[in-house]
């Protein structure tokens, strides 16, 4: 087995996955050199110091630190600040090895032959493998304003909360957009929070941005129809993005691969009321991303087991004929990321790997 194979073994012990493939074994060959490669396979998901990296790895202290240095400023590998000292860990594939190379943009001629394989990949195996099984890694959480009529919303339900807990918040290019282009939504939309975004903006993949820009973000995202998902927990957020059914990884696991736990659903749905409805089609076909919403005799007709609860139609709405209303029964939230990822991983049987690769 050689490194990158070796890399992939460890990255595929994470929730989100790294399946076998010639496309990914080609990026993993394109991000890291054979050294790089070795030495990352030897590495846990949570930063470790430059010592105990370089003594697993069989590297100088000096040696080991100028390659995590070089692959933390290429973001193909995590950093982390404490006490002006630095650690390092992985990063797992979304969000991470994919996204965080582009959101400088496509500055590297490399940057051209990666679009295309990691679209291969999405549909390969990395898709599926990110997929829930059955219960996914991100939720659709619903637009601020679609919730002004929705009683007993829980704080992680609403995005202007989880912005004002925040600690610190970083903003940057939406990858997906940048190497699938095919739309022309708005690419600074993605925000990172706490230890992901200092790192982003340390490195120069994101900027430092205040609670008040971040809301404006969200407002511009909302109107351009994007849809916000964060990770599918009721703790701080680590991160969430304003996702398009075109370009973005998280929504093509549902609207081009049809994979039924690409992500967790809000807690609402979107009812119509059919006699304030003045059939304009405007919620149909400008503002669902999931094609939940057809048309019939005039009225707009809402698919429950297609809705996502995004609120997109509701805010879209000329005639306020759309509202959110609680599911009867909404999906579970996992209290924090670590029950989280303990849940996804047994689902996928991956437990006790994941356990072997953070013991570093």
């Known amino acids: 087995m050689d490194a990158y194979e070796k890399l992939r073994t460890v990255l595929d012990a994470h929730p989100t996955g790294a399946p076998p493939s010639p496309s990914i074994d080609r990026i993993l060959r394109i991000l890291f050199t054979p050294g790089e490669a070795a030495l990352a396979a030897t590495m846990s998901f949570s930063p470790r110091p430059v010592p105990a990296i370089a003594a697993k790895a069989g590297l100088e202290p000096a040696e ?3 390659m995590l240095e070089a692959m933390a400023d290429r973001a193909v590998v995590f950093c982390r600040e404490k006490d002006g000292k630095r650690s390092y860990g992985l990063l797992p594939t979304i969000p991470g090895l994919f996204e965080f190379p582009f959101m400088k943009g496509r500055t590297r001629p490399e940057h051209e032959e990666l679009a295309k394989l990691w679209d291969e990949y999405h549909r390969e195996g990395l898709g599926a493998s990110f997929s829930g099984n059955p219960t996914p890694v991100a939720r659709v959480i619903p637009v601020g304003e679609s919730l002004e009529a929705v009683g007993r919303v829980q704080p992680y339900e609403e995005v202007a909360k989880l912005i004002g807990e925040a600690g610190f918040i970083g ?3 939406c990858a997906c957009r940048i190497a699938v282009g095919a739309c022309d939504s708005p690419t600074e939309t993605c925000l990172f929070f706490d230890a992901p975004a200092r790192f982003l903006v340390q490195r120069g993949y994101a900027r430092e941005i205040g609670r008040v ?3 404006r973000v969200l407002g511009e995202s909302e109107k351009a129809g994007l849809v916000h998902v964060s990770n599918n927990s009721a703790d701080r957020p680590t991160f969430l993005c304003n996702c ?7 929504l093509t696991c549902k609207t081009q691969l049809s994979l039924p736990n690409a992500f967790s659903t809000s807690g609402f749905l979107a009812r119509v009321d059919a006699e304030a409805c003045t059939g304009c089609g405007i ?5 669902c991303p999931v094609g939940a919403v ?10 429950v087991e297609a809705c996502i609860g995004c609120g997109l139609c509701v805010t879209g709405c000329p005639a306020e004929a759309i509202a959110l209303v609680r599911r009867e029964n909404p999906p579970a939230v996992c209290a924090d990321g670590q029950e989280m990822g303990a849940r996804v991983l047994k689902e996928k049987g991956k437990l006790e790997r994941f356990l072997e690769v953070m013991k570093g």
Do not use: F, K, Q
């Open 244 to 250: 398009c059914r075109c370009c973005c990884t998280i």
């Open 213 to 215: 820009e971040a809301l």
């Open 283 to 287: 919620c149909a076909d400008e503002r």
């Open 171 to 173: 903003l940057g290019r």
């Open 294 to 303: 057809v048309m019939e005799d005039d009225t707009a007709v809402v698919s």
């Open 64 to 66: 080991a630190e100028r």
